[in-house]
C-alpha cells in the first residue's frame, strides 16, 4: 500500500518462482523488490465474467478489486469464478 491507501503491488506466486531462479537468498530484499508494481485491477461492483475475461486476456489467475478512490478492497481469483458457475473450461 502507498502511503495514501492506494495498490503499490502484489506479489504473485509468479514474482517469487522469477526471484528465486535469480538468487536463494531473499532474506535482504523488501516486498517492494519483489513486487509487481502495476498489477491488473477492476473495480468494486465489475461483473464477475467481466473478470472473467480480464483473467482470460492477460492470462492471469487474479485481479485486485479497487473502490472508486483506487484502494484494495479485494481479490477475486479465477478458482473464485470457477466455483460460482463461470469459465466451463476445467482447463483453466
Known amino acids: 500500500m502507498n502511503d495514501d491507501g492506494t495498490l503499490a503491488g502484489i506479489i504473485t506466486d509468479g514474482d517469487l518462482r522469477r526471484l528465486l531462479q535469480k538468487t536463494t537468498d531473499v532474506t535482504g530484499l523488501s516486498a517492494e523488490q519483489a513486487m509487481t508494481k502495476n498489477p491488473k485491477t477492476i473495480r468494486k461492483g465489475t461483473l464477475a465474467s467481466a473478470a472473467l475475461q ?26 473464485d469464478l470457477v466455483r460460482a458457475g463461470l469459465g466451463g473450461d476445467s482447463s483453466a
Open 54 to 79: 480480464e483473467m482470460e486476456t492477460y492470462s492471469i489467475t487474479q485481479l485486485v478489486v479497487l473502490d472508486g478512490e483506487k484502494k484494495p478492497v479485494g481479490i477475486v481469483h479465477l478458482h
